[in-house]
């Protein structure tokens, strides 16, 4: 690693420091004044009715009767002991629980992103390859549908479609073998669409580069020109678009994975906050934050691997 590339390794890595103050308080703030009180919503989720001398004792059992500040600072000064604070529903601390979500959220995240670039890669080579014939537009048509499609009805129809109407799988399979299947189909679907259309605009942008025309009319094979030089060339922008997805896939896909009812970060977010359990709640944004701004940084800096013509810097991303 040089020196330009340390320097700008470190930049990023500071770069996050008001990243995370801002979004952290942004959310804290946002749980504090939502509608709906924590305690509140702890006893009635336990289907117990309490009194109000023992829903006052809760809050300031939990801290929630100190003045908006204090709270959210004793809660930076906690997090940089290393205690990301203990969840007001299951009383166990936050750490073990967000880390026991992360292996289902990764096998999941591995599953999309493979399927996503068995299609999108090949699908966006032969669009941009047959440039304006029939081939193209269908891939494009399809690609502009799928892309069209939010997750939520993708899961739905898929669901009818493969479990309800033909049985293949199982509506719900906790667990079991067919559990990964549609979830991962679901976020595939919407990321290879996504994907094929901007794989086929870098393809054919660099298929219009003098180097290519150049050879060409030395008699270089159409096939070395593409799989040796352009694909090179043009890897930036797929592992840009990795990356990207694999930040928001890791970070949890709510929707998805709380319609399949899979274990991971996305349905234990989602339920988080629908009890308004700010300390699992925060750990969340936290770690999505921290994933996005470091798989970005891997990616601009594989990307300056691939292309030398691409430089870290003044001059701005790759």
């Not at 924590?38 to 006052?56: C, F, I, K, R, W």
């Not at 969840?87 to 999309?112: E, I």
């Not at 393809?203 to 030089?229: I, P």
Request: overall charge neutral; glycine content about 10%; charged content about 15%.
């Amino acid at each position: 690693m040089n020196r330009s590339a340390g320097s700008y390794i470190i930049r990023r890595l500071l770069q996050l420091i008001p990243l995370l103050l801002g979004v952290t308080l942004l959310t804290f703030a946002m749980l504090r004044f939502a509608a709906g009180d924590a305690v509140e919503l702890l006893y009635e989720n336990l289907g117990t009715s309490v009194s109000q001398a023992v829903l006052d004792a809760k809050r300031a059992e939990l801290g929630l009767d100190q003045p908006f500040f204090v709270q959210y600072g004793r809660w930076l000064w906690d997090l940089l002991h290393g205690d990301l604070g203990t969840s007001y529903v299951s009383g166990v601390p936050v750490l073990p629980t967000l880390l026991s979500k992360v292996p289902a959220t990764l096998l999941l995240t591995g599953a999309s992103l493979g399927l996503t670039i068995l299609i999108s890669v090949p699908l966006g080579i032969v669009s941009a390859v047959f440039h304006g014939r029939w081939v193209d537009y269908l891939i494009r048509a399809v690609s502009f549908v799928g892309n069209s499609l939010p997750n939520f009805f993708a899961a739905l129809l898929l669901l009818l479609i493969f479990a309800v109407k033909l049985r293949w799988l199982p509506v719900i399979d906790l667990g079991g073998g067919g559990s990964l299947v549609l979830p991962s189909v679901t976020l595939a679907l919407a990321m290879s669409s996504r994907y094929t259309r901007q794989i086929r605009a870098a393809v054919l942008e660099e298929l219009e580069q003098d180097y290519v025309t150049g050879a060409l009319a030395r008699g270089v094979g159409r096939k070395t020109v593409l799989f040796s030089n352009v694909l090179r060339a043009a890897m930036g922008t797929i592992v840009t678009l990795l990356a990207m997805s694999a930040g928001s896939l890791l970070g949890g896909t709510a929707i998805v994975e709380s319609i399949f009812l899979w274990d991971g970060v996305g349905k234990l977010a989602v339920d988080s906050i629908a009890l308004r359990d700010a300390p699992v709640v925060l750990a969340y944004v936290l770690w999505t934050a921290v994933l996005y701004v470091l798989l970005n940084l891997a990616a601009d800096l594989l990307c300056c691997r691939l292309d030398p013509r691409v430089r870290l810097g003044e001059e701005g991303r790759p």
